[in-house]
């Protein structure tokens, strides 16, 4: 990346860190913590991290006492084309207090196919599951099994809407809300709506971007004027357009 690249990249990340405080403050309270963004040479780090650089866990309450804790973060960079912030990778985890373990991981992973880039974890046991994962004559679970490992149903990457239409921050925040009542503060919904539907309408862009001819017939059909460029923008090979992954 050329200086301007990077200092651009550092604004776009920050000003990302700033959405998250504000979703996150505007449901949960003004004491969770801030998200800042960490530079850390190809990528920038963003999550809540303290004076010291150490990340934190936002804390989660339901009547008054924390229960849950969610670690999140999210490794920022440039899209193919430099133009674009992209989300190189991201997690949030879902803790139960004093337990190491996560409950759920949701993960997204930019170039991944193999498990699908977007994809839940969920660390819990069932004896069907295992017995289904040692039934398997290839592939990950019998390579764990030749490792004397036995597969638990956390090890299945559960896909969750591919690389454009995955679950954002938001969704976790109001399964939280919606499952379990968490503590939210007055006005939380309207907060958590309007985050929600710019991040669809972002992904929504995005997508658009990756099939325009798609784009372009549905909005004929919706009877708006749609003209071809004359020169056409580039576009990625076929194998490359993520909205077509896993």
Same mark, same amino acid.
């Given at each position: ?6 200092? #651009? =990249? ?47 866990? #936002?804390? #989660? ?8 804790? %969610? ?7 440039? /899209? ?13 985890? %879902? ?32 004896? !069907? ?18 490792? /004397?490992?036995?597969?638990? =149903?956390?090890?299945?990457? %559960? ?25 939210? #503060? ?41 003209? !071809? ?13 993520? %909205?077509?992954?896993?």
């Amino acid at each position: 990346m050329t200086a301007d690249e990077v200092k #651009i =990249l550092d604004s776009l990340a920050e000003g990302f860190a700033d959405q998250l405080t504000t979703l996150t403050r505007g449901v949960l309270g003004e004491d969770t913590p801030r998200f800042h963004a960490l530079n850390m040479g190809s990528r920038i780090r963003v999550s809540p991290i303290a004076e010291n650089e150490v990340v934190q866990r #936002i804390p #989660i309450r339901i009547d008054g006492q924390e229960r849950l804790s %969610l670690s999140v973060r999210y490794f920022c960079c440039w /899209d193919g084309s430099s133009t674009f912030m992209a989300t190189d990778q991201a997690d949030v985890h %879902l803790f139960y207090q004093g337990v190491p373990d996560p409950l759920l991981r949701y993960e997204y992973v930019r170039n991944s196919k193999e498990p699908p880039g977007a994809h839940l974890q969920v660390h819990a046991h069932r004896d !069907e599951m295992a017995y289904l994962l040692r039934l398997a004559d290839r592939g990950r679970p019998k390579q764990g099994l030749r490792r /004397d490992k036995l597969p638990r =149903l956390a090890e299945m990457h %559960l896909p969750v809407g591919g690389h454009r239409m995955r679950p954002a921050l938001e969704d976790v925040l109001l399964f939280l809300q919606r499952e379990f009542a968490i503590d939210t #503060i007055p006005g939380w919904r309207a907060v958590l709506d309007e985050h929600l539907r710019n991040w669809r309408l972002m992904q929504l862009k995005t997508a658009v971007r990756d099939a325009p001819d798609a784009a372009a017939q549905v909005l004929r059909s919706l009877g708006y004027s749609v003209v !071809e460029p004359t020169v056409p923008a580039a576009r990625q090979a076929p194998e490359d357009v993520k %909205l077509f992954w896993p």
